[in-house]
């Protein structure tokens, strides 16, 4: 009989907490988070507001320090990584897509696109980028401002900007949160494609039922805790989890 090994890692989180003091006191937004995000997978990671969902995408991806537990990209341990390290490896291993598309006015849409490799001193890889842009769609879009852009658009460039430097894993807030339904369809199909056609790992954070269908496996947060961790749903199944996760709370207060 053969043994089916287990697929690596894209990245892992182990015991993580993430404790904040407000007015005096401690607020938990993360207590105790182990979850693997397995290489070449799309995960969706929802819950109420405040369950820590955003805190857990910031720590994973190194944007913010946890109190404790250990958070590794691939086989590296941020944890133990000084903050110029740390910034080197998010600029390497890393690509970030934003709401809000964090594009810089100043610059057109291929210089918002090849940033984070002029900031890391990285050659571009000229095939590679073209082969991006032609991917998400604005090769033809390449010497306009982010002024000139639909959101949808805009989201598209701050895509291949995320993907540019060839990373490990992109991590993506509430990506379709300011889009138009039919293109955060678009956006949110790309975003599959993606995984599907060039193996790429996708951790989403969303509150959309409809987005988190699109993911191979949904992580519910709700209190800083992982509370259910299910594959592929349907949007009225997640619907319901949500649902059902919101009576709890409210007859827990």
Same mark, same amino acid.
């Given at each position: ?5 287990? /697929? ?7 015991? /993580? ?9 401690? %607020? #938990?937004?993360?207590?105790? !988070? ?46 133990? @990584?000084?903050?110029?390290? @740390?910034?080197?490896?998010?600029? =390497?291993?890393?690509?970030? !897509? ?5 594009? +810089?006015?100043? @610059? *057109? ?20 980028? *073209? ?7 604005? =090769? *033809? ?17 701050? +895509? ?24 955060? *369809?678009? %956006? @949110?199909?790309?975003?599959?494609? +993606?995984?599907?056609? #060039? ?18 496996? %949904? ?31 409210? =007859?827990?207060?």
């Amino acid at each position: 009989m053969t043994k089916t090994m287990p /697929l690596p890692a894209a990245v892992r989180v182990q015991e /993580l907490t993430r404790t904040y003091d407000v007015a005096g006191q401690p %607020v #938990h937004a993360l207590a105790g !988070v182990d979850a693997t995000f397995v290489r070449g997978t799309f995960t969706a990671v929802m819950g109420p507001s405040g369950s820590g969902k955003s805190t857990l995408l910031q720590t994973a991806a190194g944007l913010d320090r946890p109190t404790s537990g250990r958070v590794f990209v691939g086989d590296t341990e941020l944890s133990g @990584l000084s903050e110029t390290a @740390l910034t080197k490896l998010r600029r =390497t291993k890393i690509g970030f !897509v934003f709401q809000l598309f964090n594009l +810089i006015g100043a @610059l *057109s849409v291929e210089e918002n696109i090849t940033l984070p490799l002029r900031l890391s001193g990285a050659r571009p890889d000229r095939r590679w980028l *073209s082969e991006v842009v032609d991917r998400v769609g604005v =090769t *033809s879009l390449l010497q306009r401002r982010p002024s000139e852009l639909s959101g949808g658009q805009q989201q598209r460039v701050a +895509i291949a900007r995320a993907l540019a430097v060839r990373p490990d894993v992109v991590f993506a807030d509430e990506p379709t949160g300011a889009l138009d339904g039919q293109t955060a *369809s678009d %956006v @949110l199909a790309l975003l599959r494609s +993606i995984v599907d056609d #060039h193996g790429q790992t996708i951790i989403m954070v969303t509150h959309d039922p409809v987005a988190a269908s699109y993911a191979d496996r %949904v992580l519910l947060l709700a209190d800083g805790r992982v509370v259910a961790d299910t594959p592929r749903l349907g949007v009225d199944r997640i619907a319901a989890q949500l649902a059902s996760l919101g009576r709890r709370q409210e =007859t827990a207060a």
